[in-house]
């Protein structure tokens, strides 16, 4: 964990803060972000400010300021009178990211299929197989990680800023929220929707790219409706079994 037992950072922590060549705000940003990726800060649970810039060994202010950074990335809301928690999103939110997403990273790899380099192509690749290897380690933290990596290295590729703030704005978003809210997805299909990304950037295929990376992040939009769906039968299956005692599972359809 990040914290002591009597609530301060540890000395690794504080000296990441410390040596960062980033300003303060962003580095408390990144900590706190850190914490909610990690399910250690969890959706509804405040965040203090007083006790963060504190465990921090800082003032208020860049904490303030910091929390209203990601109140702007959907992460975090901030309630008259009630302070700072972390948001919770229902799933309608989660797939309208997902479908946006998905128009952002096709016009990323549409582009970086001109611009990217053969140096930037290397890399990609590397990515891509060190997404393989952890996901035979069953390594889904690094994983995840490196799924971002991967992705923000297209946007990069693509020389357009607006597509880089776009990416920057959603990815945190996304590795969040979708990270704890869907089940295991198949890893092999994941890996092999990456292939046909990397390959078709490799072939200077601009369209095929763009249906590629479109259609892995439709992909993602899919398991959530698939999940939500699950979730809502189950709470219906477990409704009516309260309400006529029976397991309604082992009932044939009329």
């Given at each position: 964990?990040?914290?002591?037992?009597?609530?301060?950072?540890?000395?690794?922590?504080?000296?990441?803060?410390?040596?960062?060549?980033?300003?303060?705000?962003?580095?408390?940003?990144?900590?706190?972000?850190?914490?909610?990726?990690?399910?250690?800060?969890?959706?509804?649970?405040?965040?203090?400010?007083?006790?963060?810039?504190?465990?921090?060994?800082?003032?208020?202010?860049?904490?303030?300021?910091?929390?209203?950074?990601?109140?702007?990335?959907?992460?975090?809301?901030?309630?008259?009178?009630?302070?700072?928690?972390?948001?919770?999103?229902?799933?309608k939110?989660?797939?309208?990211?997902?479908?946006?997403?998905?128009?952002?990273?096709?016009?990323?790899?549409?582009?970086?299929?001109?611009?990217?380099?053969?140096?930037?192509?290397?890399?990609?690749?590397?990515?891509?197989?060190?997404?393989?290897?952890?996901?035979?380690?069953?390594d889904?933290?690094?994983y995840?990680?490196?799924?971002?990596?991967?992705?923000?290295?297209?946007?990069?590729?693509?020389?357009n800023?607006?597509?880089?703030?776009?990416?920057?704005?959603?990815?945190?978003?996304?590795?969040?929220?979708?990270?704890?809210?869907?089940?295991?997805?198949?890893?092999?299909?994941?890996?092999?929707?990456?292939?046909?990304?990397?390959?078709?950037?490799?072939?200077?295929?601009?369209?095929?790219?763009?249906?590629?990376?479109?259609?892995?992040?439709?992909?993602?939009?899919?398991?959530?409706?698939?999940?939500?769906?699950?979730?809502?039968?189950?709470?219906?299956?477990?409704?009516?079994?309260?309400?006529?005692?029976?397991?309604?599972?082992?009932q044939?359809?009329?």
């Amino acid at each position: 964990r990040y914290m002591k037992g009597n609530g301060t950072m540890t000395m690794p922590d504080r000296q990441h803060l410390e040596n960062s060549g980033e300003l303060l705000p962003e580095r408390i940003k990144r900590y706190i972000l850190s914490r909610i990726i990690s399910g250690e800060l969890k959706p509804n649970e405040r965040i203090y400010e007083a006790r963060l810039a504190r465990e921090l060994g800082t003032s208020q202010s860049p904490v303030r300021e910091a929390l209203r950074d990601l109140v702007a990335l959907g992460l975090v809301e901030i309630l008259p009178r009630r302070g700072a928690r972390v948001r919770a999103v229902d799933s309608k939110e989660l797939i309208d990211v997902a479908v946006f997403r998905s128009e952002v990273d096709a016009l990323a790899a549409r582009l970086a299929a001109h611009e990217m380099t053969p140096e930037d192509l290397t890399e990609l690749a590397r990515l891509r197989d060190e997404m393989r290897v952890q996901a035979q380690d069953g390594d889904i933290d690094s994983y995840a990680s490196t799924n971002s990596a991967f992705h923000g290295a297209i946007a990069r590729a693509s020389l357009n800023q607006p597509v880089q703030r776009a990416f920057a704005q959603l990815e945190p978003f996304g590795k969040t929220y979708f990270s704890v809210t869907l089940p295991e997805p198949d890893l092999d299909v994941m890996l092999a929707e990456h292939d046909l990304i990397v390959e078709c950037i490799a072939a200077r295929d601009p369209e095929g790219a763009a249906k590629a990376a479109r259609n892995h992040q439709l992909h993602v939009a899919r398991l959530i409706v698939e999940q939500t769906l699950a979730e809502d039968t189950a709470k219906i299956r477990a409704t009516l079994q309260k309400r006529l005692g029976t397991n309604i599972s082992t009932q044939s359809n009329p």
